[in-house]
């Protein structure tokens, strides 16, 4: 569904301008919306289930996410969930049909089986990368439940802000697989402690979010909902007002160091900004802080 309008906590924002949301695909589990100039709110929008993950919503996010990342009015993106949890991971009940429809096909040998099972994998794989890839950055505003599937989707974020009651987990072991949509693939580059991360994936056991404060999981603690959600928003806005060169320049660097050598990422950034330094964004940039006004940037 996309609207307009805003939740409690954004109302105050009413006096920027909107920008029409005619562009972002239409969804029946995704709430877009725009709070500011340059920055979109993208709310999972299954509050009756807990915003639980079932296919359609798994495909719902990337195609959100893919357009976001190339569409020019939009520089900074606030992910967060509607109702009473941000996440209580798989929908058992809707999401695994289609895992168990073809475990149990009768009519099907190993090597179909498997290459259905990897299609439906990398329909979730993906749609879980997509905030990771989407080059504006992304923060996720995280309340109460944010499990299994919650976690691995905060794990592709760039910033991870929650309120005081958020409950984190690894949930996989406790439905019998290893979580395979990227929490164990991301979360010791976010983190430096792997001897926690190892105790949480092998019990399934929660953490509040003052540890996951502590841990490095996220970078800020809020009382509740509406204020972790105020401030996510604040902190889009402040990115917003950056030059979309630098800050997409910088998200995709840091990307590429945490994935490869130093010598590696340094001579990306070299051939980079043969290219990007050429931009006006510096000129203006450097302008601005000499005449102490606020710089304004084109579209990319």
Not at 9 to 23: D, E, I
Not at 248 to 261: E, F, V
Request: aromatic letters at 6%; charged letters at 25%.
């Amino acid at each position: 569904m996309i609207r307009n309008t805003l939740e409690a906590p954004l109302r105050a924002l009413s006096t920027h301008s909107r920008r029409a949301l005619s562009t972002v695909p239409q969804c029946k589990f995704i709430d877009v919306s725009t709070p500011s100039e340059y920055v979109y709110h993208v709310q999972l929008n299954r509050p009756d289930r807990r915003n639980a993950f079932n296919i359609e919503l798994w495909k719902e996010l990337r195609s959100v996410f893919d357009h976001l990342s190339t569409y020019s009015k939009c520089r900074s993106v606030v992910l967060s969930g509607a109702g009473k949890s941000f996440c209580a991971g798989i929908d058992l009940q809707d999401g695994v049909k289609g895992l168990m429809a073809i475990i149990q096909d009768a009519d099907m040998d190993v090597a179909r089986k498997s290459r259905a099972l990897r299609e439906l994998i990398n329909t979730c794989q993906s749609s879980f990368s997509a905030p990771e890839k989407c080059v504006k950055p992304v923060i996720s505003a995280i309340h109460s439940h944010c499990i299994g599937a919650g976690i691995n989707l905060v794990a592709s974020c760039d910033i991870r802000y929650a309120s005081a009651d958020t409950i984190f987990s690894i949930r996989e072991v406790d439905i019998g697989l290893a979580a395979d949509v990227g929490i164990l693939n991301r979360i010791n580059k976010l983190v430096g402690n792997d001897s926690l991360t190892r105790e949480l994936a092998y019990t399934a056991r929660d953490i509040n979010a003052t540890q996951a404060l502590q841990y490095g999981l996220v970078s800020r603690v809020f009382d509740n909902k509406d204020n972790c959600l105020e401030a996510s928003v604040e902190l889009a806005k402040e990115i917003a007002a950056k030059s979309p060169i630098a800050v997409q320049g910088s998200k995709i660097a840091l990307n590429y160091a945490r994935d490869h050598t130093v010598d590696d990422s340094i001579n990306f950034l070299l051939t980079w900004n043969q290219s990007q330094l050429q931009s006006e964004d510096l000129v203006k940039s450097a302008m601005a802080a000499m005449s102490k006004q606020k710089p304004e940037f084109k579209d990319v």
